[in-house]
């Protein structure tokens, strides 16, 4: 099934609705139950390791980016992850007004600029052009 995860508006953002699949639903889940076990807090999601009652900072998730780009075989970056998706999305038929709320940007064409083409979408492309091309 489908679920969803509220995001209310903090500091000039708009909150927004995430929907997600069931797998990562377990994935929560287990973080849920282990952050129970460490005793954390609060109405935060994601909290600092050094201090529990304390929200994950900018500098937090820079350094945990950081950790995980040590143990890939790529560079991850946050803005990656959001190119990522937002391509995904559209390679899967998602209309752009629906990816741009998805992603929280009130103009379509910021969320454009974090499209890619791929390959995956410039092969259907040329089949239908060459399909129209065969028809006429």
Excluded: W
Excluded at 51 to 64: D, E, T, Y
Excluded at 84 to 96: D, K, P, R
Aim: net charge positive; with cysteine; proline share 1%.
């Amino acid at each position: 099934g489908v679920y969803s995860c509220f995001i209310p508006a903090v500091k000039g953002t708009r909150s927004r609705t995430i929907p997600f699949e069931s797998n990562l639903r377990m994935v929560f889940e287990a973080y849920f139950n282990e952050r129970i076990k460490c005793n954390a807090r609060g109405d935060v999601l994601f909290y600092s390791m050094s201090k529990k009652s304390v929200g994950f900072k900018r500098a937090g998730l820079r350094k945990l980016v950081t950790k995980i780009n040590k143990d890939v075989s790529f560079n991850l970056t946050m803005y990656g992850v959001r190119r990522y998706v937002a391509t995904s999305l559209y390679e899967n038929g998602i209309e752009l007004d629906d990816i741009r709320e998805h992603l929280g940007h009130t103009n379509v064409k910021t969320t454009l600029k974090y499209i890619q083409s791929s390959s995956k979408k410039i092969s259907k492309n040329i089949t239908f052009l060459d399909q129209l091309s065969d028809i006429l």
